[in-house]
């Protein structure tokens, strides 16, 4: 009773994170929609505000692997971490992922999202698979693919079979992309850390808990729910820009 008692806590550290890096994500995605449909003047393509996008899909990325190593450890004591859980997992996520490109297509077709972050962490859950056993063979090879990844950017393809990996087409625009690479080497390397930071579910360090404060429970209670936020997020956003602005 007691090791279900344990394996069935939250470590509020993840979720905290994983909440900052939502309320990133409203940011950006605000800003964003005040260029495109108010024509305001935020740099999106470098600078802050570009770091600040980038931070919240690494953190987002990075916590999906750390997530991970949580997730097989818990199956591992119970008895139940075969790979049909992590598909059936992988496939529902790619599948919300789906249901956004349909939307775009229909709505903005010139900025339909075909691979975005929701595609990628449901791809992601799906090969990472195999890889969460092991702890310095996902260090390597996270930098690996990140580097090939970076490299990859500086190019530009005459063919679009393969932008899910990141071999980005000629003139290809989309409103968000994360290709396998270089994204996937951040899934890996939070998987390593996943390993290194908490083994066997359990956490190596030691942390004051501080989770009962109230803006830590708040974020921490976005972060416990940041798939349902993320597809509902736009759509309040843009009602908000309608109300307000347009």
């Not at 097989?72 to 496939?91: D, H, M, Q, T, V």
């Not at 339909?112 to 092991?134: C, D, K, Q, V």
């Amino acid at each position: 009773m007691g090791e279900e008692k344990t394996l069935g806590k939250r470590f509020w550290e993840i979720d905290f994170l994983r909440g900052i890096a939502i309320i990133l994500m409203i940011i950006f995605h605000l800003l964003f929609d005040m260029n495109y449909f108010a024509s305001a003047g935020f740099n999106l393509y470098s600078g802050f505000w570009f770091a600040l996008g980038r931070a919240a899909a690494l953190t987002f990325l990075f916590l999906v692997g750390l997530s991970l190593t949580l997730s097989w450890s818990r199956a591992l004591k119970r008895g139940n971490a075969g790979f049909p859980k992590y598909l059936k997992r992988g496939l529902k996520i790619f599948c919300y992922g789906l249901i956004i490109t349909l939307i775009t297509w229909a709505v903005l077709p010139q900025g339909a999202i075909l691979f975005g972050i929701l595609h990628l962490i449901g791809i992601s859950i799906i090969l990472a698979y195999p890889f969460l056993r092991f702890r310095a063979l996902n260090l390597l090879l996270g930098i690996i693919l990140i580097i090939a990844g970076i490299f990859l950017q500086t190019l530009t393809f005459d063919f679009p079979w393969l932008l899910w990996l990141g071999f980005r087409p000629l003139a290809f625009y989309t409103f968000d992309y994360l290709p396998l690479l270089p994204w996937f080497g951040v899934v890996l390397l939070g998987i390593f850390f996943g390993n290194l930071l908490y083994p066997n579910y359990k956490r190596r360090f030691g942390i004051r808990d501080i989770s009962r404060l109230i803006p830590i429970k708040f974020l921490s209670y976005l972060g416990r729910h940041s798939l349902i936020i993320y597809l509902l997020h736009q759509p309040v956003l843009l009602a908000l820009l309608y109300i307000f602005i347009l």
